[in-house]
Nanobody
Framework: QVQLVESGGGLVQPGGSLRLSCAVS????????MGWYRQAPGKQRELVAR???????NYADSVKGRFTISRDEAKNTLYLQMNMLKPDDTAVYYC??????????????WGQGTQVTVSS
């Protein structure tokens, strides 16, 4: 069974920084891409950043230049470095992976979410 466990959320003042982590464990054959999504109250879940298997990245326009997605394959951990945080970044952040286990079809898996609150 695959597990994605996020950590690193919290309360930060505007202009501050946080680093989210997503530890991936379980029996995995291939990870095609991973990313971070967020969902603010009353809004739909949206893509924040995506890391593709070839190393290319995609970012939401609202976070370009402020957020950086990266992965430590040795530690099986995905990161999201968030700088110059704004109140509009307040949301629950979810780790996502599109992957394939040794048995079965390719599928999407999600973490449980971690709250990020940007407020003075």
């Amino acid at each position: 069974q695959v597990q994605l466990v996020e950590s690193g959320g919290g309360l930060v003042q505007p202009g501050g920084s946080l680093r989210l982590s997503c530890a991936v464990s379980g029996n995995i054959l291939t990870i095609y891409h991973m990313g971070w999504y967020r969902q603010a109250p009353g809004k739909q879940r949206e893509l924040v950043a995506r890391l593709n298997s070839g190393g290319s990245t995609n970012y939401a326009d609202s976070v370009k230049g402020r957020f950086t997605i990266s992965r430590d394959e040795a530690k099986n951990t995905l990161y999201l470095q968030m700088n110059m945080l704004k109140p509009d970044d307040t949301a629950v952040y979810y780790c996502h992976a599109n992957l394939r286990a040794p048995v079965g079809a390719r599928y999407d898996d999600w973490g449980q979410g971690t709250q990020v609150t940007v407020s003075s």
